[in-house]
């Protein structure tokens, strides 16, 4: 390929990448201007500019215990993830690799079953009895505990493959370790980006879940995302601004943990 053509794919490959990047971008720049907006009705551009819906959204004690209410379920059913994940898949690609395929299949069953399919069979098991829980927190930790489960372990079972841990793990035990110290001195170490990696996509889909948070729980224990069904009938400014304010977290959690992910040499 000539320095001509070299230089006519990449302006090409630059311009479909440029288009892309506003075709996702241009909806939420246009929601941010709307969330600042004073009025924007029957013009191009709006009538002013304020941010007196960011200050009433976070001044309101509703939205601020929506919000905590929502990371309390997510970091828990996250925990929950990684105790019950890590030392499984350390079991099953030191010990007994030969499963794997079975759990591969095994672990996409919280995706067969919809949402409100699932939503309606926990309301018969856990309405009432014993085991009664619909309105609790801790049934929200243990649906979103099987939603994160595929995002867990594909991530750091790719990231298992790539370590290459029974080299690993044999290296360390020449070297004196035991095996659980091989596991936690070296392997886990080694890691950290996969389970980075799935604790992110986790998280971010489990802030924005809605569906088992509205039926199971509602406003008894009301998350982000039914805090912002309920208020839909207020100004769309305001709404806008819930919205913004979702994203902003969530972007500025993942620069915080792409930050502090990086090699200590680099």
């Known amino acids: 390929m000539s320095r001509a053509e070299a230089g006519s794919a990449s302006l090409y490959h630059r311009v479909v990448v440029c288009l892309l990047f506003a075709i996702l971008v241009l909806p939420l720049v246009g929601t ?4 600042i907006a004073s009025s924007w009705s029957a013009t191009i551009l709006p009538a002013g500019f304020t941010v007196k819906w960011y200050v009433q959204l ?12 929502s990371l309390l379920v997510c970091v828990g059913a996250l925990i929950l993830s990684v105790v019950l994940i890590l030392p499984l898949l350390f079991v099953v690609h030191y010990h007994f690799p030969k499963l794997d395929a079975l759990m591969n299949i095994l672990i996409l069953l ?5 949402p ?9 098991l856990y309405g009432s009895g014993p085991l009664a829980m619909v309105g609790t927190p801790w049934i929200l ?3 979103y505990f099987t939603v994160a489960l595929p995002f867990m372990y594909r991530a750091i079972t790719n990231n298992l493959q790539a370590i290459n841990l029974r080299d690993l793990m044999d290296a360390s035990q020449l070297l004196g370790a035991s095996t659980w110290q091989a596991a936690i001195l070296v392997v886990l170490p080694n ?5 980075m990696v799935a604790l992110l996509l986790s998280f971010s889909f489990l802030f924005g879940e809605f569906v088992f948070a509205n039926i199971l729980v509602g406003t008894r224990y009301e998350t982000l995302q039914v805090y912002l069904n309920n208020m839909r ?4 400014h305001f709404t806008s601004a819930i919205v913004i304010s979702y994203f902003f977290f969530v972007l ?3 620069w915080a943990a792409n930050i502090l992910n990086k090699d200590k040499s680099q």
């Open 32 to 35: 941010f201007v709307y969330s």
């Open 58 to 69: 976070w001044g309101d004690p509703r939205f601020l215990a929506a919000f905590g209410q």
């Open 110 to 114: 919280p995706f067969a079953v919809p």
């Open 116 to 124: 409100v399919v699932s939503s309606v069979g926990l309301l018969q």
């Open 141 to 143: 930790i243990g649906c």
């Open 191 to 195: 890691l950290r980006k996969g389970l």
């Open 233 to 236: 009938n207020t100004s769309g």
């Open 252 to 254: 500025v959690l993942t």
